[in-house]
Each structure stands twice: as structure tokens, then as C-alpha cells.
T-cell receptor, first 111, second 115 residues
Framework: KQEVTQIPAALSVPEGENLVLNCSFT??????LQWFRQDPGKGLTSLLL?????REQTSGRLNASLDKSSGRSTLYIAASQPGDSATYLC??????????FGTGTRLTVIP | ETGVTQSPTHLIKTRGQQVTLRCSSQ?????VSWYQQALGQGPQFIFQ???????GRGNFPPRFSGLQFPNYSSELNVNALELDDSALYLC??????????????FGSGTQLSVL
């Protein structure tokens, strides 16, 4: 059974810092990996999607990498801003059309 | 805005009752998935519908059932509600075709409280 783990569970950084969020998964038989952002009590916003054949994706200040063989992904956020404060979730898509989610990293960017 | 809308936004029910949650997919999408997110946890996959047929199911009992309509909107029905069913229920739509795995677009969710 696929298990997705995110470390750290919570992170506080001062504004302007670069930071890395980590995600690991136990079964490398995935179709893709997605990073989502979730604000309190809200739905999920897709940030980046990396297909299983890709190594990384970039969007603005965000860069996500994927090492499928080792079951790891990282989300790099450059020059963090207070508006980046949210919970970040990673999820892997399996052949059963099932997204397995981690429990998230709660990020606080301090002005 | 993702174009996926869910109703109602909040709902309070008592144990043993039945509930129906609704979701309108983003235009052009043919697949809808439902997720349950308990407080402090990641979302858990309930099931997916593709062209009105169930196309995958997570580890949820049969009292969780669904429908997808010809316009690709969807319902999630939960019978015999239990206290542990209290959660945020998320709907996600996508365009799924052979050989492609597109992004999922999520609605804002329905917060269900079972008393």
C-alpha cells in the first residue's frame, strides 16, 4: 500500500528565505506527483505536476523535483513571502486513479 | 478559481442521518473524484467516476455511494452517518483520457459535522 510522508510537519521562516519541503513515497509505481497548496478550511490548489518520466517542474518561485527510483520529491520555494503561508501537500497518482496524499507541511512565513 | 463548485459549504447532521453532497465539474472535464479530509490529515480517496461509471474506489464502506450525471456533475451520498464521518469533503474534476494523467482541480469543499 502506498504511503506518503512529508517532513517537516510544520515550518516557520522569516520573509525572504528560501526553503525546501520534502515528500517521500514507498511505492515507485506512480504516474505522476503533484504539489498542492491548501489554505485553512479551503480546497486544494494545484501548484505543480511532475509526470513520472520527468525530473522537475518550475512555476515562478516554485521548483519541484522528482526522483522516482528513490521515492522522493522536494518543493523549493524561493524568496518566501507572507502570502506563501499555507499547508503544502504532496500526492502521488497510482494506477488505480487514486491520489495518495501526505499529511502536509504547515508553512508560516513571518514578515 | 478552479471552476469546480461544491454545495453546501457547511452542513450539520446527527448520527444515523443521510446526507447528499453535490459537485459541479469544471467545463470540459469528464472525471470526478471525491476525497474525505479529516482535521489535520491529508485527503483520503473515496471513489472516482468516469463517464457516469465508478472507476476506482478507496477503502470506504458501501454506505458511501455516488453518482455522476450526463453533464458530469456528481453527488456523494453517505447513509447512516457516524461521528467519524465529520470531515471536509472535497470534489475534484479532471480530463482523463487514455495515456494522459491531467491535473486535478479541487472545489472548496463541504464541511460536514456529525453530532
Amino acid at each position: 500500500k502506498q504511503e506518503v510522508t512529508q517532513i517537516p510537519a510544520a515550518l516557520s521562516v522569516p520573509e525572504g528565505e528560501n526553503l525546501v519541503l520534502n515528500c517521500s513515497f514507498t511505492d515507485s509505481a506512480i504516474y505522476n506527483l503533484q504539489w498542492f497548496r491548501q489554505d485553512p478550511g479551503k480546497g486544494l490548489t494545484s501548484l505543480l505536476l511532475i509526470q513520472s518520466s520527468q525530473r522537475e517542474q518550475t512555476s515562478g518561485r516554485l521548483n519541484a523535483s522528482l526522483d522516482k527510483s528513490s521515492g522522493r520529491s522536494t518543493l523549493y520555494i524561493a524568496a518566501s513571502q507572507p502570502g506563501d503561508s499555507a499547508t503544502y501537500l504532496c500526492a502521488v497518482l497510482t494506477g488505480a486513479n487514486n491520489l495518495f496524499f501526505g499529511t502536509g507541511t504547515r508553512l508560516t512565513v513571518i514578515p | 478559481e478552479t471552476g469546480v463548485t461544491q454545495s453546501p459549504t457547511h452542513l450539520i447532521k446527527t448520527r444515523g442521518q443521510q446526507v447528499t453532497l453535490r459537485c459541479s465539474s469544471q467545463s470540459g472535464h469528464n472525471t470526478v473524484s471525491w476525497y474525505q479530509q479529516a482535521l489535520g490529515q491529508g485527503p483520503q480517496f473515496i471513489f472516482q467516476y468516469y463517464r457516469e461509471e465508478e472507476n476506482g474506489r478507496g477503502n470506504f464502506p458501501p454506505r458511501f455511494s455516488g453518482l455522476q450525471f450526463p453533464n458530469y456533475s456528481s453527488e456523494l451520498n453517505v447513509n447512516a452517518l457516524e461521528l467519524d464521518d465529520s470531515a471536509l469533503y472535497l470534489c475534484a474534476s479532471s480530463l482523463w483520457e487514455a495515456g494522459t494523467n491531467e491535473k486535478l482541480f479541487f472545489g472548496s469543499g463541504t464541511q460536514l459535522s456529525v453530532l
